[in-house]
């Protein structure tokens, strides 16, 4: 059973096959009937616009009919733990997903950090509690990790824009906002680039650096692809040369220790903002980011409006992205 | 035109029908076109998870498209009485029905029991009204009183499980929750086991008795089917030798006249849990549940988890029942 | 590319071609693939039940696949304008909406009144604001100042009823409602039966005449059609020989500068409410109204119920209308 939960499940076959697949379907917008007689649960603990319209549709597109349920919004709030069930939660998730399950033939599912427990988002707990209850595979939507959808798109994205992306630099940049945010996505676009084979620099503040284990895979697959990964505090210095800026703000693993002291502490680098000026010491760099985006927080308006920005080719590559996923997941992949 | 709102809505004829119908159905798990060109619209007065996932799925199994409404969330609340709509109800009944049924051929409606009106939950006021204002068929998904494709997904999965269920011994036991719930589903199981001629004991706390109506209908089912009804308020005595427990939670009617008493009354039966020791005292019985279930307060999780359980299976079969409901209503079984 | 986002968009051509095809399409209740292969993608930023699922619907008869967005209810708030982005909003509509656009074939959107920026709702800000931002056609789901779709459904419904309407008395009659609501009903309205030939007849409490821009376009439209409009405070007289009246609460422009005084003005014409011996002044006039309605404050209930009554019939023809919109939208009309 093919679940796609994490960076390792795709090994370097599927990742190039489902990347080509992903450039192919936006070229042709194909509408087939390849996975007909298939359903695919969505299970959202978070809100979404670009992951769930995306997957609703990549899943009609080879004609198979999605269900959308958001447990606590029109549907129970599900319970995790082994604690007796007197609270609010009427469901545990040991029932919800195997009964989803019983009636799809995949489930998609966003569990998102809890920002609060490391241990339970380091270990990705909710992702495996889903997966470990599910009896058919499961493709994750963002999870405490990872997010690999986006990577996917991200990567299919730079791969039209920039032709070959190996070589080329690409500047993860930490980005302010008023939220501490996850991580899943710095890791998820860090491993991407990696792969890809570009020359990595992570620009972040000191103490936002990412896991130290995260930062090992990147290296290893960096030096697989031959490409490199730094880091780097000098944001300005980053972007030179740049080929692509992807900006994503996440929020210091203080937060799970001292949630007002990492609100202090991320509030002093609100010039982190992406400006017009530092996207001029790029090589004509195209500015990144998974979305929403905060305009005026975490880049200008200006830079986002830009013709070189690729923010929203990498949201309409999450169409094509999922629809390749979708199809290796189902074994439809040529 | 075919309602199912009631359990006298399914003559015997039907009822077999469609039990087989949905033995067939999880065999063959088909998709077709049979019902191609039809709009089923699931109008939900009340979170639901397992309802609404297996109903769009039974739709798009035959072919239909559904649409999903929740009045008071995303869409307005509805006016059910006749003062004049100065409150913050926008929409009356009368006409958000009629409405939907002029798009759609069939309405599925979650109505739920008020626990505060006795009057109207036992005349399942609310589902009549919608029954009244609808142009088109009306399949209940769990009213005040009834829940028949719960009911119909049991008998199914009792079916699969023990074969002929005529004889065989089923105790529906009173189950303790943190809220008083609704009698709509231990209604109908009772009444289910009973149709089906099974050796029913009906076990709950004094006070926590079902009505004397449903009772009285059980009993002549059991007559009619060879089977049996009876009631116990031990339970342990109860569980000696069954072949299937069917555990829910639900209030006394005192909740009607003084909610404070009721809850004192219900929190002194906690005891009532099903644990795996009860489940010893049973001929290798099958623990059955309609879900959701609250771990620790209703049954144990090593209940839960028994390879003899069957509420999994039991959630499975409202896709494969509400597909042969659906063919019932439109005219499609063979 | 067609989009339909105020009166002005559809030439008379189309009017009249959109308006047979809905005629047309109630009597065959048609499901095609006509557009197969294409996304509707569907941004509530109200609650909507007839649109939504009319909507959903429509697209599903032609073929085309829907998908629901409702931002701040399961997606992230949208922000409007260029502030720096740090409150709740987490996402522009400048990116929301080209993503939406790069999934989907056509957006349908609900936008509404602020009832707080005139010149905002004057100038129908937030549709254009989704127009400018979308690569693909926008239907306008009920802006701030005109719903095209219930015009043209309203239309289709006076058409069925009354046969050719030129010449038929039209009031329409503004109603008592707990809220201020906005003029995008009665505009549109106003303008569909100018532009049918009508003599249309405005009853309104003075100083709840609605914009002079918009009467000056009613005024032309009766002018090229033959018809005529006028106003008059005179609830009772503007019945005399009415062949349809269409109810419609709106808020004096007075909100805007003074929300609790309009309220209080409102509050004095509760006297306005539709009842049975007001319609017995019309020529067997029959009642309409938008929905969703409010009985015993807009209209009795006798009247709602009465069998010269449409506004259902209006309803219905939502999804007709839609229907053909989205085919001249998609340039799939004959």
Chains 1, 2, 3 share one sequence.
């Not at 349920?69 to 007197?86: E, K, V």
């Not at 998102?112 to 509690?129: I, Q, R």
């Not at 979305?291 to 830009?306: F, I, M, N, T």
Request: proline content about 5%; hydrophobic content about 45%.
């Amino acid at each position: 059973m093919r679940s796609l939960t994490s960076w390792s499940d795709l090994d370097d076959a599927v990742w190039q096959a489902c990347l080509r697949r992903a450039l192919d379907h936006r070229q042709s917008r194909e509408w087939t009937d390849a996975a007909r007689g298939k359903a695919l649960a969505l299970l959202f603990m978070n809100p979404s616009l670009r992951t769930r319209a995306s997957m609703e549709l990549a899943a009609q597109h080879l004609g198979a009919a999605p269900v959308v349920l958001t447990p606590g919004q029109g549907t129970w709030g599900l319970a995790w733990d082994d604690a007796p069930m007197t609270e609010a939660a009427a469901e545990h998730v040991r029932e919800a997903v195997p009964v989803l399950g019983s009636y799809a033939d995949a489930l998609g599912v966003r569990t998102f950090a809890s920002l609060t427990d490391y241990e339970a988002d380091h270990a990705d707990a909710a992702l495996k509690a889903v997966v470990d209850a599910s009896p058919v595979p499961v493709v994750n939507l963002e999870s405490a990790r990872w997010h690999p959808c986006q990577a996917l798109a991200d990567a299919a994205a730079l791969t039209e824009t920039l032709g070959d992306p190996r070589g080329k630099k690409l500047v993860l940049s930490w980005a302010p906002h008023p939220k501490a945010l996850p991580q899943a996505v710095p890791n998820s676009a860090l491993l991407m680039a990696a792969r890809l084979g570009m020359e990595v620099v992570v620009a972040r503040p000191e103490g936002f650096g990412l896991a130290s284990d995260v930062m090992d895979l990147a290296h290893d697959a960096a030096r697989l692809a031959g490409g490199s990964v730094t880091e780097s505090s000098d944001q300005a210095l980053a972007f030179d040369g740049a080929h692509a800026v992807y900006a994503k703000a996440w929020g210091a693993d203080l937060v799970y220790d001292d949630p007002d002291r990492e609100a202090e502490v991320r509030a002093q680098h609100t010039d982190w903002r992406v400006t017009y000026d530092l996207m001029r010491r790029t090589d004509r760099g195209h500015f990144m980011h998974c979305l929403p985006v905060r305009r005026g927080v975490v880049a200008d308006a200006e830079v986002l409006e830009d013709e070189r920005a690729i923010h929203l080719l990498q949201a309409e590559y999450r169409l094509h992205a999922q629809k390749a996923i979708l199809e290796w997941v189902w074994d439809l992949l040529d």
